[in-house]
């Protein structure tokens, strides 16, 4: 069994600083092609993810955050794929999420781990 750490649960990969809902959500597309090239591939996804949108707690900023059910190394990848899309531009910040939160994720985790 592997060890504690390395067991998949919720992440969320921050992306920053958008000053509109709308300019968080032109990134999703691009992000959609990097986590998933082929999306008419058969299931499950590598990685399975989902997309929200988040106030900021300082001025009127809104984050796009991408949430991934995976291992901790896992998620540091894909936050590092994010990075190198997204360039330095706006802050990104990867964080253990609410698996509450992304009830969603979770269940897409659960549907395909039975698909493997």
């Known amino acids: ?40 591939h058969a299931p499950p996804c590598e990685v399975p993810w989902s997309f929200t949108l988040a106030g900021e707690d300082t001025d009127d900023f809104t984050a796009l955050v991408l949430g991934v059910y995976t291992s901790s190394g896992q998620a540091t990848q894909v936050a590092r794929r994010v990075r190198t899309l997204v360039g330095e531009i706006r802050p990104i910040a990867l964080r253990e999420g609410d698996a509450g939160e992304w009830a969603e994720l979770v269940e897409q985790f659960r549907v395909e781990k039975r698909l493997r």
């Open 1 to 40: 069994m592997p060890p504690a750490e390395d067991q998949p649960r919720v992440y969320e990969i921050r992306i920053q600083g958008y000053p509109s809902s709308g300019e968080a959500l032109a990134l999703q597309a691009p992000l959609e092609r990097l986590l998933c090239p082929e999306p008419d």
